[in-house]
């Protein structure tokens, strides 16, 4: 009786399906030396993007919701507004623009549709990570150490946090070293908890890089943002984590918030293996805070009044990831963020359930790592100009 009962469920939901995949999208794979690439074009049709305007190298996408641009032979495009790194370039073969597999889902996916990020799931406490402490200082200004201000960013998010109901959980809480590992336990020993590992940045190449980065791991199988070759040790190093998605989504709402409330220069949204990334199992992110070997920049970043509101920013930032991870709800990106700010009506935040986005296909396919010998080195372009090449921050 059951067994029939679940067989003309089975049937009905089949047959709704079949109906639905008359109008779904199909992902054709392209295989380019081994590799799985998709083409601009597939990707528009999948999540209902009109036709793509090009201007010269750049490419155009966009819906009401989501707006994409790609750059010919680069690995930096703009997704919602902000700046993100792919981890490898767009490029054309046999007149298509390719994108890889790997970038689709690890980096487009996510943001494009967050409602669909499995594994998200309630966000009661909130870990935050002061970068460095005790002997190790960190980045040096004129004014003073990372260390410092890490840590006295951390304390004032705290009570913010704590005023919209989060449970706050600090990795140090005073002047002392703590290594990374210990870190990454604090982390995972939380239960219903994010990490926001917290660092202001420098870099000895060149005195004037200014403005915000945020970082999440690496997908597998996929060179960092500051890698320029994909080597078998980059692979090898680190497998991705269950919560790679929530972790990219988690950077896009406080990277969202901060450069919607902050003027500052956008660097973009990252990919590292750092350790405290790496040995996270639950979403983490590093955000960094402006640059300490920029003149300008290190002064704001001195005054407290400078950090309470990047303090203010983060916040939101991790709030919004919460309505999204409990509600389902959009989160703002950086035009909600600018509208709000000016004065205009902040637009309802909305369900991302895109009618236009046909949701038949199965994205495990996307999901699913390539196999090993796709791994051949290639190179890929370099991020920088604005490029520091952190070992760890
Ligand atoms: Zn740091």
Same mark, same amino acid.
């Given at each position: 009786m059951m067994n029939l009962r679940r067989l003309t469920i089975c049937t009905i939901c089949g047959l709704v399906l079949a109906s639905r995949l008359i109008a779904a999208v199909e992902w054709q794979v392209i295989k380019v030396n081994g590799r799985d690439f998709l083409s601009v074009d597939n990707v528009a049709k999948f999540y209902g993007f009109s036709g793509a305007v090009v201007d010269g190298k750049n490419i155009k996408l966009s819906t009401e919701k989501n707006e994409l641009q790609f750059r010919v032979d680069s690995r930096e495009m703009l997704l919602n507004g902000v700046r993100n790194w792919l981890s490898f370039p767009v490029f054309v073969h046999e007149g298509k623009v390719l994108v890889s597999r790997i970038d689709l889902a690890k980096t487009l996916e996510p943001q494009l549709r967050p409602n669909m990020i499995k594994n998200l799931g309630r966000v009661q406490t909130i870990v935050l990570d002061p970068g460095h402490g005790g002997f190790d200082k960190g980045a040096i200004s004129g004014y003073g150490y990372e260390k410092d201000y890490a840590l006295d960013l951390g304390r004032l998010l705290r009570p913010l946090l704590q005023a919209r109901g989060f449970r706050v959980i600090m990795t140090r809480e005073s002047d002392v070293f703590v290594p990374l590992e210990v870190r990454a336990q604090i982390a995972n020993a939380t239960r219903d908890s994010i990490f926001v590992s917290l660092h202001f940045n420098a870099?000895?190449?060149?005195? &004037?890089?200014? =403005?915000? #980065?945020?970082?999440?791991?690496?997908?597998?199988?996929?060179?960092?943002?500051?890698?320029?070759?994909?080597?078998?040790?980059?692979?090898? &190093?680190?497998? =991705?984590? #269950?919560?790679?998605a929530a972790s990219v989504e988690l950077s896009s709402c406080i990277y969202h918030s901060l450069i919607g409330h902050i003027g500052e220069f956008d660097r973009g949204i990252k990919r590292a293996r750092f350790a405290v990334l790496r040995l996270t199992k639950i979403p983490a992110v590093l955000v960094e805070g402006g640059f300490l070997t920029e003149r300008g920049e290190s002064r704001l970043i001195a005054k407290p009044e400078w950090r309470k509101r990047l303090a203010d920013a983060i916040c939101t930032g991790i709030d919004n990831f919460r309505t999204l991870a409990e509600n389902k709800k959009r989160p703002f990106v950086v035009a909600d963020y600018r509208r709000e700010k000016s004065g205009g009506a902040a637009p309802e935040k909305e369900s991302v359930v895109n009618p236009a986005a046909p949701p038949t296909l199965s994205l495990d396919m996307l999901y699913s790592e390539a196999p090993r010998e796709d791994f051949a080195p290639i190179q890929t372009p370099t991020p920088s100009p604005i490029g520091t090449a952190p070992a760890e921050p």
């Open positions: 870099t000895d190449r060149d005195p &004037i890089a200014s =403005g915000f #980065e945020i970082y999440s791991l690496t997908p597998r199988g996929a060179p960092s943002t500051y890698e320029d070759w994909l080597t078998q040790m980059s692979i090898n &190093i680190q497998n =991705g984590t #269950e919560a790679d």
